[in-house]
C-alpha cells in the first residue's frame, strides 16, 4: 500500500471555490442593478474584503468558505441598496444571512482548530460588512453614520505610524461583543420599520458609534500603557 501523501492543491484549484462565489455574487449584482458601475464597486469590495487572504500562504479552509460566501452576500446586499434610501425587506433579509454566517464561520473554524489560519479574512469581511452598511445609511440619516464603517480602517493606517499599537490584543468578551452587534444594530438602522420609527434608526446607527468607541478607545488605551511599559528605561 502506497503512504505517500497527496500533493496540496494548486493554487488555482484552491481559488475555484471562492473566486466561484464571489463571481456568481457580481452576477447577481448585476442582475439587481445592471449598470457598469455595479461592476466596479463589486469588484472593489470583492478585494477589499479578500485580496490578501485569497493569495495567503496558509491552507484554505472550511470557514473560510463560509466567510467568502458571507461576502458574496454582502455584495449582493449592497446592490440591493444601490440608489436607494434606506434598506427594503429583500436587502435586510440577505444582510441578515450574511450576519447569521458570521457566527457560523466562527463556529466551524473553532471545530476544525482553524481559528488562526482564517482570522484575518474574518476580520476584513467584518470590517467591510460595517463599512457597507455605514455607506448605505448615509442617505437616511446623513454623514456621521459613516464614522463606524471608518474606525477599522483608520485603526489600521494608524498601525503604520504607531507600531505599538500593532500589538496582539488579549481577548475581550467586550470587543467581541461589540463587533457581533455592530451588523445588527445598523442594519436595524437602515430597515423599513426604522425609516418609518426615525427615533430607532437614529438610536440604533447611535449605539452602535457609541460602543465603537468605547471599543476602539478601551484597545487604543491598552495598547499605549503597554507600550509605555515595554520602554527601556533611559540610562542616566
Known amino acids: ?19 466561484s462565489v464571489l463571481g ?4 447577481l449584482a448585476l442582475a439587481v442593478h445592471p449598470q457598469w458601475s455595479t461592476i466596479l464597486i463589486m469588484a472593489a469590495l470583492a478585494v477589499l474584503g479578500a485580496g490578501r487572504s485569497l493569495f495567503r500562504a496558509e491552507k484554505w479552509q472550511p470557514a473560510d468558505d463560509i466567510t467568502t460566501l458571507r461576502l458574496g452576500l454582502i455584495m449582493v446586499f449592497a446592490a440591493l441598496v444601490l440608489g ?12 441578515a444571512l450574511a450576519l447569521i454566517l458570521d457566527a457560523c ?15 484575518d479574512f474574518d476580520e476584513s469581511v467584518d470590517a467591510l460588512v460595517v463599512l457597507v452598511l455605514s455607506v ?10 459613516l464614522l463606524p464603517g ?4 483608520l485603526f489600521r493606517g494608524a498601525t503604520l ?11 475581550s468578551v467586550l470587543r467581541k461583543t461589540i463587533a ?14 426604522a425609516v418609518e420609527n426615525p427615533w430607532i434608526g437614529i438610536m440604533s446607527a447611535a449605539i452602535a458609534l457609541a460602543a465603537l468607541v468605547i471599543s476602539f478607545g478601551r484597545d487604543v488605551l491598552w495598547l499605549e500603557q503597554h507600550a509605555e511599559a515595554r520602554r527601556p528605561t533611559p540610562s542616566r
Open 1 to 19: 500500500m502506497s503512504t505517500s501523501r497527496r500533493p496540496p492543491p494548486t493554487p488555482g484549484l484552491r481559488l475555484f471555490a471562492p473566486l
Open 24 to 27: 456568481a455574487a457580481i452576477v
Open 84 to 95: 436607494n434610501v434606506g434598506f427594503s425587506w429583500p436587502a435586510v433579509t440577505v444582510g
Open 105 to 119: 464561520d466562527g463556529y466551524v473554524a473553532r471545530r476544525t482548530r482553524t481559528t488562526s489560519a482564517g482570522a
Open 136 to 145: 448605505a445609511l448615509i442617505p437616511v440619516w446623513g454623514w456621521w453614520v
Open 150 to 153: 471608518t474606525f477599522y480602517y
Open 161 to 171: 505610524i504607531r507600531p505599538d499599537w500593532r500589538r496582539q490584543l488579549p481577548p
Open 180 to 193: 457581533a452587534s455592530q451588523g445588527i444594530l445598523l442594519l436595524t438602522a437602515g430597515s423599513p420599520l
